[in-house]
């Protein structure tokens, strides 16, 4: 059975930070891109960044790039989101998804084949 686990969210003030991270098992984690994504109360569900299988292409939200960055660490099996410079828009419950290629994750209507049960994420003013 195929899980993908978030940690790492919490309450934090504006300026600051906090680093997501998403343990996945019940699948060979190096053959899935690995994504996030984030839902505010009342929002869609949107995409926040990517990475492919080997970490060699990354893809951004032009809403978080330049403070947050994905990365991923295969001999773990988890992918990691740190963000910086968190402002009070960015509070959401975050969510890691796996699909075959990281574009995939980027378009207008994503299907990622897994999907994480989210993380919570509130930044205070």
């Known amino acids: 059975q195929v899980q993908l686990v978030e940690s790492g969210g919490g309450l934090v003030q504006a300026g600051g930070s906090l680093r997501l991270s998403c343990a996945a098992s019940g699948l060979t984690f190096s053959n899935y891109a690995m994504g996030w994504f984030r839902q505010a109360p009342g929002k869609e569900r949107e995409f926040v960044a990517a990475?492919?299988?080997?970490?060699?292409?990354?893809y951004y939200a032009d809403s978080v790039k330049g403070r947050f960055t994905i990365s991923r660490d295969n001999t773990k099996d988890t992918v990691y989101l740190q963000m910086n410079a968190l402002k009070p828009d960015d509070t959401a419950a975050y969510y890691c998804?796996?699909?075959?290629?990281?574009?995939?994750?980027?378009?207008?209507?994503?299907?990622?084949?897994?999907w994480g049960q989210g993380t919570q994420v509130t930044v205070s003013s």
């Open positions: 990475i492919n299988w080997s970490s060699s292409n990354t």
């Open positions: 998804a796996a699909d075959l290629t990281a574009p995939a994750l980027t378009i207008a209507t994503p299907n990622p084949v897994h």
